[in-house]
């Protein structure tokens, strides 16, 4: 059935064959003139209707007091549970969390469109009826997908993660108001923020989908973007949902970029680097009082522990309440939540968010922010230990040997390691190197040989070679040794792994 409106076309879809609903009372309901009057109100308030719809988007966006982080969307179990925990959010990981293989590649894709379409199921378990917000988080600039060349040129990783996604699910979640929302990692500036806002607003329009359908959460990663917070956010401003601190790339990136300076040399991480130390408590607070200015989320980072994984001597009982005091300074600050890999840690970590929330003087404080500014490059003195240089290349082995087998994330000491935590501590073992740091109560320096005692230290005690073939143990080793006396160390860890290791996973 189909009639016309002052140049507007009227279409009602009626099936004449439906038995159930007689003639005589589609004539009745169905009238010329009662099609004109509901027609006239869609056209007169279409416009607002869409804004309606995309204030309750945004307000689905406010509440950020609990997100999962890393998950690898080809982990099909984890990330049904996930969605089902409770959390807010599901950081969907093309990135961190994530080891960019083909096969990883495609079958995350396609685990993130059957959870889209309420389709993922396993073992019988199938999502709840409001699980948490999908939030994809595509790969970064540094990385390509080697597999799709256009014009000679291979796809950035990042494009081809945000392509797929927006083609398939873009519309569908635009139309069910859960999306599409992403996490945006290491950028380096404003230029970049705009860039993504005009990828956006070409999506937007060749999708046929609303201007700012498409949200997204920077993550402020890099030295050099927490100087553009306030640019980031206005070249974002109408798909942005705030700003979050990701500390360990954070670190790591003032140690690579500044790697030769012996002012910016950092000691001990597991010591002195958290977000109680000067230089990362003020970029906190720089970007809590960056956010609240501009009315936009700021949520903070990611709990490690993994509670059924933790060595003995740290109890399940101390690393909730470690985890809940770290969190309750975060949220006195007015962060507005956090991030958790264990899905045993989002009640803990909601109950400190949902009691700051319902404290309205919990943001107080009026910040000198040129003072922050001045403090944001002012690293920790310490010092270096056996333990800590041994830490760092534990880390690093056992992160390049999961990624052989095509994993992005690997538990060391309770903890979850992935990209980051990596990227610092390969850093920092170049970093020590090159400045020759003794470690702190012994006459030995850190060096190559150092290194390569510690790698035998670490294959002994973690039984490696009673589990893995001689190939693994052995590319892993060279790896570590590599990226930790190199000339020119890479910009980033992922980059390199992809590139000499391309013929493993990637061709």
């Not at 080891?99 to 495609?106: A, E, G």
């Not at 949200?215 to 030295?223: F, G, P, Q, R, Y």
């Not at 949520?299 to 770290?326: D, H, N, R, Y």
């Not at 056996?386 to 390049?400: A, C, G, H, K």
């Amino acid at each position: 059935m189909s009639s016309s409106l002052a140049g507007h076309s009227i279409d009602v879809c009626v099936s004449l064959n439906d038995a159930s609903c007689p003639h005589h009372m589609y004539d009745a309901v169905l009238s010329s003139k009662a099609l004109e009057f509901v027609a006239a109100l869609a056209v007169a308030f279409d416009q607002e209707i869409e804004q309606l719809h995309a204030r309750r988007q945004i307000r689905l966006l406010m509440d950020r007091r609990v997100d999962i982080g890393d998950v690898s969307p080809v982990n099909k179990k984890f990330l049904l549970y996930a969605l089902n925990s409770g959390a807010q959010g599901v950081q969907v990981d093309f990135d961190d969390g994530h080891c960019p293989t083909w096969n990883n590649t495609i079958q995350g894709h396609y685990n993130v469109l059957q959870a889209t379409r309420d389709l993922l199921e396993v073992s019988g378990e199938r999502l709840v009826e409001n699980p948490a917000l999908l939030i994809i988080r595509p790969r970064t600039w540094n990385m390509d997908e080697l597999h799709m060349v256009v014009n000679g040129h291979v796809v950035p990783g990042a494009l081809f993660d945000f392509g797929v996604h927006l083609f398939h699910n873009g519309k569908y979640l635009v139309e069910n108001g859960t999306g599409p929302f992403l996490y945006l990692s290491k950028l380096e500036g404003y230029t970049e923020a705009a860039l993504w806002r005009r990828i956006f607003e070409y999506t937007e329009k060749k999708l046929q989908l609303a201007h700012g359908s498409i949200k997204a959460t920077v993550l402020i990663e890099n030295i050099f973007a927490a100087f553009e917070m306030d640019e980031i956010l206005y070249e974002l401003r109408h798909h942005s949902s705030g700003l979050n601190c990701g500390m360990w790339d954070y670190t790591a990136s003032i140690v690579v970029n500044f790697r030769h300076r012996p002012e910016c040399l950092l000691p001990d991480r597991q010591q002195y680097v958290s977000m109680k130390s000067d230089f990362l408590r003020v970029y906190m607070y720089l970007l809590i009082a960056t956010c609240k200015r501009r009315h936009a989320p700021a949520t903070t980072g990611m709990v490690p522990f993994v509670l059924a994984e933790l060595p003995p001597q740290l109890s399940q009982s101390e690393a909730i309440e470690k985890t809940q005091s770290g969190k309750r300074m975060e949220a006195c600050a007015g962060s507005d939540g956090a991030l958790v890999y264990d899905l045993a840690l989002v009640q803990p970590v909601a109950e400190v968010f949902t009691a700051a929330r319902e404290n309205t003087s919990t943001y107080t404080a009026v910040l000198d922010e040129e003072l922050l500014n001045k403090k944001l490059l002012k690293l920790p003195r310490g010092h270096v230990t056996l333990q800590s240089v041994e830490m760092d290349v534990r880390v690093t082995f056992l992160y390049i040997l999961h990624w052989l087998y095509g994993r992005g994330t690997v538990i060391v000491k309770g903890c979850v390691e992935d990209s980051a935590t990596a990227e610092i501590s390969r850093a920092q073992l170049w970093q020590w190197i090159y400045h020759r740091v003794s470690t702190a109560g012994t006459s030995k320096q850190v060096d190559a040989f150092l290194i390569k005692e510690m790698l035998g230290k670490v294959l002994h005690e973690e039984k490696l070679k009673q589990h893995h073939p001689p190939q693994y143990i052995e590319t892993a080793q060279h790896l570590v040794f590599l990226l930790s006396t190199m000339r020119c160390p890479p910009a980033y860890i992922t980059t390199f792994l992809q590139k000499t290791l391309e013929h493993w996973h990637f061709s």
